[in-house]
């Protein structure tokens, strides 16, 4: 993959998911996303799913442990690592709630078993077993029968607005590549700058 410093970072990062999804590499869309709440951080593997105004834009319940850190602390990193190519893309920035009309209409593109999931989940709630689980989604599904299944309010997509963007590509001998773009706000235009492997 040819990479172009002078483009839009977002052009590149673009051009690189194009082509590691070319490339037929495995969950070629997931995101490392880590939080912070009370200096306490967290992360977890979350899908990208497409650019959305300029941010990198995925969906989660907003009542989940992560719905309500991203409420209360909205700065967030997240990372692409595609080790079969030797890259590796780094955001830093904020998040922003999409809009209901963004969310419901990916929600309509899920499956339906996801759709009655995001129903039956009270996400990162205790639960006294698994049984409990399924009962409860059997019943989602008991009414939901033979009807369309519409978003629930407390599940939706945020987007990422990136701050600051690192496109990572390894070398031989730790003799890595490190590209920075960097700006002050989501206004603002991008700074380039190279770091030290």
Known sequence: MKFDFKNDPIDNFLKSIHFVQLKGIPEHNAMALATVTNDKPAN?????????????????????????????????A?????PHIDHQIRIE????????????????????????GAWASNQSSTISSFDEFQKKTDDIENKFKNQKIQ??????????????????????GRLHERYIYQRESANSPWNRFLRSP
């Open 44 to 76: 977890r593997i979350v899908l990208y799913k497409g650019m959305n105004a300029g941010g990198f834009s995925f969906y989660t319940n907003y009542d989940g442990r992560k719905g309500q850190q991203l409420s209360k602390n909205k700065n967030v």
């Open 78 to 82: 997240a990372t692409f690592f595609w």
């Open 93 to 116: 920035g904020y998040v922003e709630k999409l809009s209901d009309s963004d969310s419901d209409q990916y929600f309509s593109t899920r499956p339906r078993l996801s759709q009655l």
């Open 151 to 172: 978003r629930p309010q407390h599940w939706g997509g945020f987007r990422i607005v990136p701050l600051e963007i690192e496109f990572w590509f390894g070398k031989t």
